[in-house]
């Protein structure tokens, strides 16, 4: 077969939306009727017409739509092909026809010709047809794809029976996912212990009907070792009357001790996985029939419920990091040690063990959520644990709104007191927390010292009473194992949390609080100084790398940011995403630049397109204000100087 057509069928396989249309629409017989009887998840094979490659299995499904037609359908399909002497497969995702109309009677329906038009900006108009019969529950199906220029075409066939007449496009590979256990190992044809694999396999989930299989080792003499690793990164799936079959799959096996093939196939049925294999070198060919029981992997807490008047929301679950996880749920305030001997209801992943302290948690039993409790989550594997961590919180009413007047908090780097920076404190943080971690590194990178200026203090050059100073720093741009230490770092103060994190500093930010209100406006006062010399980091993965760019001036960013989350506990929009995230709902943006005097801001929030602020829904605001408008791309001007003052949103 010609390579323009394998390229052609390529273009095509890489369509999953078709745009249908009908030569005739005249269903003469009985439509409706026909439709119903000839609905239906048929299995056969796919096949290219005149080639030699062998026919790949195939679900076709046939959907009644209204009086006089079906849909068409044909899901994770994979055809085989021989190209120049060489065997090829070749994935396609999805092909649908949603309109094919039926003729014919009971003996022979009739599924009329339906065309497919596309177009692409090099091969120009394509036309794919689709036509066919159904007789005594067998379809026959006949495709044919056209190019208009150069002229080409190529001719697939599906020849298959009716397995159901139910429609049944269930993704089986999100079924069948998980841990097998073994059960029993046979080995014919060769001498020696059936070993491995000792404990079991893990099938992992890829796509729609399709699985991999990890990396596991088989007992076959292999040189000096008595074992062989398989490798299953992509299986098909196919539904039948039997169970759901792995596809059979020819598999070399390249090793520079000596190569072999592997037949690999297999079947799920009632929980239970059966594999059968075939390995052949030179010297032995060795047949496997393996068979486990489907453990699920799942190790999660999925829902908690308690259900008392003293909590006014319900838990909120965190990912899961090394095994581990946080739930928060909140509390009155005031609520008293005794009142929180609640009784919680979990529900946990299927077939997970869920326990507290050493024992499995019983249902019913009260727990003391005045402290900090812990239940882990055993996966019915065996294999994963997870360890969550209950804490309880009172749902404070952030005011977004602060004069910088209040007595600010001194805190230390590492607790040592050798490093400290100030806090405003209330809800508020600043970038202080990366510098003292930059200068805590200053002993074996020589970056920027621990006596060196903070980014953000306060200060008396105010509107009024104190404001905060913001300051963007020259930390020198060094690299150091997982992290880097920027050239530019601005100074930012903002409603939030600022926790370090060494391998992406820009997360480090945790921005905004939980509003329960329509922002009208963000308003307050600000001056800025520009520094003399702009620096741009053209990666900011690589914060080190930096280059001097004189064509730029630095400017000050002055935001507040309404964004939705789905819980309040662990939803931030942080330094990487905080104007750009699709959370955003609303952005309120000062455009500031430089002033010598105090300069007051009132700026309206402007809502996204089709955004709006809905009751039912949870939101957060955030208050950022920094030094250099680009900080957040450690790019900017080392000495900008911005001063802000009564920061306020209005609602």
């Known amino acids: 077969m010609k390579k323009n057509l394998l390229f052609l069928l390529m273009l095509i396989c890489s ?57 068409l359908e044909l899901k994770n399909i994979s055809i085989n092909m021989i190209v120049d002497d060489n ?68 001719n697939v066939v599906f020849a298959g029976e009716k397995l159901s007449s139910e429609v049944d496009i269930k993704d089986y590979a999100q079924e069948v996912a998980g841990w097998y256990a073994r059960k029993e190992l046979t080995i014919t044809g060769i001498e020696i212990e059936a070993k491995w694999p000792t404990d079991g396999i893990e099938v992992v989930y890829n796509k729609y009907n399709q699985i991999s299989i990890k990396p596991f080792y088989i007992s076959f003499p292999w040189g000096t070792n008595d074992t062989r690793q398989i490798d299953i990164k992509s299986a098909r799936l196919i539904n039948t009357a039997t169970g759901v079959e792995i596809e059979e799959i020819h598999q070399a096996l390249t090793d520079k001790r000596g190569d072999a093939t592997l037949d690999f196939s297999g079947k799920f049925e009632n929980g239970v996985l059966t594999l059968n294999m075939t390995i052949t070198n030179e010297e032995n060919t060795a047949h496997y029939v393996f068979t486990a029981d489907q453990k699920k992997t799942g190790a999660a807490i999925e829902k908690m419920i308690i259900n008392s008047d003293v909590v006014t929301l319900q838990p909120e679950i965190g990912e899961v990091s090394s095994n581990k996880a946080n739930i928060v749920f909140y509390i009155k305030e005031g609520t008293s040690a005794e009142k929180l001997s609640l009784v919680p209801e979990f529900e946990v992943s299927s077939g997970a063990t869920l326990y507290y302290g050493d024992a499995v948690y019983e249902k019913g039993t009260a727990i003391d959520f005045s402290k900090e409790q812990k239940f882990k989550v055993t996966a019915e594997s065996g294999k994963t644990t997870v360890t969550y961590t209950v804490n309880t919180a009172v749902m404070d009413d952030f005011s977004f709104k602060t004069n910088f007047d209040g007595e600010w908090e001194q805190k230390s780097y590492n607790n040592e007191g050798k490093i400290v920076f100030d806090e405003p404190g209330e809800g508020w943080a600043t970038s202080n927390g990366g510098v003292a971690y930059i200068k805590g590194m200053h002993g074996f990178l020589q970056c920027y010292a621990p006596d060196k200026p903070n980014a953000v203090t306060i200060s008396n050059e105010s509107k009024s009473g104190k404001a905060a100073r913001l300051e ?16 530019v770092t601005s100074g930012s103060v ?13 997360r480090s930010t945790k921005f905004g609080y ?10 307050g006062s600000y001056k800025f100084t520009a520094g003399e010399t702009y620096y741009t980091c053209p990666d900011p993965s690589k914060a080190h790398i930096f280059e001097k760019d004189d064509t730029k001036k630095d400017l000050p960013a002055m935001n507040a940011v309404l964004y939705e989350v789905n819980n309040y506990a662990f939803d931030f929009l942080d330094g990487t995403n905080l104007l750009t995230s699709d959370k955003i709902v609303a952005i309120a943006s000062v455009d500031g630049k430089e002033q010598t005097e105090y300069t007051n801001f009132d700026v309206k929030f ?43 949103v209005t609602f």
Request: with cysteine.
């Open 606 to 648: 402007t809502f996204k397109e089709g955004k709006s602020f809905d009751t039912t829904k949870k939101y957060k605001l955030a208050i950022v204000c920094s030094s250099s408008k680009d900080g957040d791309k450690f790019s900017g001007a080392p000495g900008s100087v911005l001063y802000v003052d009564d920061l306020e």
């Open 494 to 506: 903002f409603s939030g949390v600022f926790v370090v994190d060494p391998v992406n500093t820009l």
């Open 472 to 487: 963007t720093l020259d930390t020198t741009g060094k690299f150091a194992f997982i992290t880097s230490v920027p050239k």
């Open 87 to 154: 065997p090829t497969s070749i994935e396609i995702d999805d092909i649908q026809f949603p309109n094919v109309a039926v003729e014919g009677d009971n003996t022979l329906v009739q599924l009329k010709e339906s065309k497919i038009a596309l177009s692409h900006p090099s091969l120009g108009e394509l036309e794919v047809t689709a036509a066919g019969t159904v007789q005594s529950q067998k379809l026959d199906l006949n495709f044919s794809v056209k190019v208009k220029d150069p002229a080409e075409s190529i």
């Open 15 to 71: 369509m999953s939306l078709f745009t249908a249309c009908n030569d005739d629409d005249d269903n003469g017989g009985e439509g409706p009727q026909l439709g119903k009887d000839i609905a239906g998840t048929y299995n056969g094979e796919l096949s290219v017409v005149s080639s030699e490659a062998k026919a790949s299995r195939q679900q076709v499904f046939i959907t009644p739509n209204g009086a006089n037609d079906v849909t």
């Open 514 to 523: 939980p509003c329960f209100k329509k922002p009208v406006a963000f308003k």
